[in-house]
């Protein structure tokens, strides 16, 4: 796999961008501090905003109140954006219909308390950063132990909107790359026919609540009928010859072929902005 960055456009009005779809010609983007879901053209001018949180104020919502939106996915009309559940204020999962303007909000509480007791990890390694759709399955990706974790999503549904049964899960733990002693945890998912492409950033931090130095992002492709904990390919983005020293947060594919995938990125630059990246990758 190869990859090459084409094009990088500075979204000064979008802040901490966390997660992106592409649909019907215009990018969807979630931020993890802002009240609304951004609907951005190819240029990367936003020409919409719907508001997903309820936040009187304007501007960035502080860190102690924020919803940290950090996983996003479409699922037919909708938009699912999944708070990242490391705080308490962060256990929310929004569903806006894109046709009818529709918003829901539920609380996930109550699912994320009962995941990390059955899934045995402690609430400080709850840090949920990507969500894709395979099949009739629903993908949940953990950047505290870079796990992934398969649900039926006609379960995880009947779980978080009826208080149903709490879903039957697979987990699957990967090895991801290390850089200067930091570990490159995920950030975003996409699927492309049985594969996921990832995303995954370099982040000098003790923690999931502060900001640390940033030392890069990798893209990478794991193979989901193959159900093992094996990584198919993974190679860091770089900007010429030089890593790339952004913090992708998210990522979609806007075009295929049989050996060429484009792809657009968001990355969260920690002060206020946002990048639009265009990458190609070679299979």
């Known amino acids: 796999m190869e990859l090459r960055l084409l094009d990088a456009v500075s979204l000064a009005d979008l802040p ?49 109140f924020k919803p940290d939106f950090e996983a996003m996915v479409s699922i037919g009309p909708e938009i699912w ?22 918003i829901r909000t539920f609380s ?10 059955l899934a045995g990890i402690q609430k400080e390694q709850l840090n949920i950063e990507g969500a894709a759709v395979h099949g009739e399955q629903l993908l949940l990706l953990n950047r505290g132990n870079n796990c992934m974790y398969r649900f039926a999503l006609a379960d995880f549904t009947s779980c978080v909107e009826q208080n149903g049964v709490f879903p039957d899960f697979v987990v699957q733990r990967y090895n991801l790359p290390f850089v200067d002693g930091c570990v490159a945890g995920f ?3 996409t699927v492309l026919g ?9 982040e000098k931090t003790k923690d999931w609540i502060n900001d640390g130095e940033i030392l890069g992002s990798f893209i990478g492709l794991i193979h989901l009928c193959e159900n ?9 983005l770089k900007q010429g010859n030089e890593v790339f020293l952004g913090k992708i947060e998210g990522l979609c594919v806007t075009e295929k072929s049989e050996k060429q995938v484009m792809l657009s990125a968001i990355c969260d630059n920690d002060d206020g902005r946002s990048t639009l990246l265009t990458i190609k990758m070679s299979l």
Not at 84 to 101: E, F, M, Q
Not at 108 to 117: G, I, P, Q, S
Not at 194 to 202: E, T, V
């Open 16 to 64: 901490s961008g966390s997660g992106i779809e592409w649909m019907d010609g215009h990018y969807y983007i979630c931020s993890d501090d802002s009240p609304v879901l951004y609907k951005v053209d190819a240029g990367g001018t936003t020409v919409d905003q719907i508001q997903i949180f309820d936040w009187a104020l304007d501007g960035r919502i502080p860190k102690a």
């Open 108 to 117: 996930l509480t109550l699912f994320y308390d009962a995941f990390c007791r």
């Open 81 to 102: 954006v999944f708070g990242s559940g490391s705080l308490a204020s962060r256990d929310v999962l929004v569903k806006v219909n894109l046709a009818t303007k529709a």
């Open 187 to 189: 950030s975003g998912a």
């Open 228 to 236: 093992s904990e094996e990584i198919a390919d993974c190679v860091q």
């Open 194 to 202: 049985d594969d996921l492409i990832f995303c995954a950033s370099l």
